[in-house]
T-cell receptor, first 112, second 113 residues
């Protein structure tokens, strides 16, 4: 079974600074997808970014980018120019087949 | 476009009562997923459907839980009888065909007293 691990329960960043959230996963598959979801206090799960395992190029969406290291099974999220609205729980998720497996989440606090 | 719709947003019920959670997926999506989120277990998949047919229900905790999808635009998750340990946020998500993204509804916060 696939497992997803987020080793940082909580992170803090100063507004306008950059922060990196870590995620590692375990799988024997070669074809899969990885995602980062954001869950603000409203509890809505918002898709932030996705990465296909077959792509070597790291995905980027505006201020959000990933560092995908397939051999190391590592998938970190970098948030640049952090904003107060970035404060939320962030979940890393693995999709092999049709099922998503989530990590335990990292709570990001943004200091003004 | 409307996203995934769930109702109710909040539900408070007494132990032993029947609870029904409802979900309307994004129009045209052919996969529907039910997840449960708790502090202890995080986000876990309960069941998912493809073209209204249940494909994998291995995450359903026990026989008190049941899910149906009578048509492409509606699904229910029922708990009967409910217990305090069922208190959680229940999410519905949908996706389209081979596309990997799942889109989540706002969730239903269930409290069983």
């Amino acid at each position: 079974a696939q497992t997803v691990t987020q080793s940082q329960p909580e992170m803090s960043v100063q507004e306008a600074e950059t922060v990196t959230l870590s995620c590692t996963y375990d799988t024997s598959e070669s074809d899969y997808y990885l995602f980062w979801y954001k869950q603000p206090p409203s509890r809505q799960m918002i898709l932030v970014i996705r990465q296909e395992a077959y792509k070597q190029q790291n995905a980027t969406e505006n201020r959000f980018s990933v560092n995908f290291q397939k051999a190391a099974k590592s998938f970190s999220l970098k948030i640049s120019d952090s904003q107060l609205g970035d404060a939320a729980m962030y979940f890393c998720a693995y999709r092999g087949g049709n099922m998503l497996t989530f990590g335990g989440g990292t709570r990001l606090m943004v200091k003004p | 476009d409307a996203g995934v719709i769930q109702s109710p947003r909040h539900e408070v019920t007494e132990m032993g009562q029947e609870v029904t959670l409802r979900c309307k997926p994004i129009s045209g999506h052919d996969y529907l997923f039910w997840y449960r989120q708790t502090m202890m277990r995080g986000l876990e998949l309960l069941i998912y459907f493809n073209n209204n047919v249940p494909i994998d229900d291995s995450g359903m905790p026990e026989d008190r839980f049941s899910a149906k999808m009578p048509n492409a635009s509606f699904s229910t998750l029922k708990i009967q009888p409910s217990e305090p340990r069922d208190s959680a946020v229940y999410f519905c998500a949908s996706s389209l065909g081979a596309l990997p993204e799942q889109y989540f509804g706002p969730g239903t916060r269930l409290t069983v007293t």
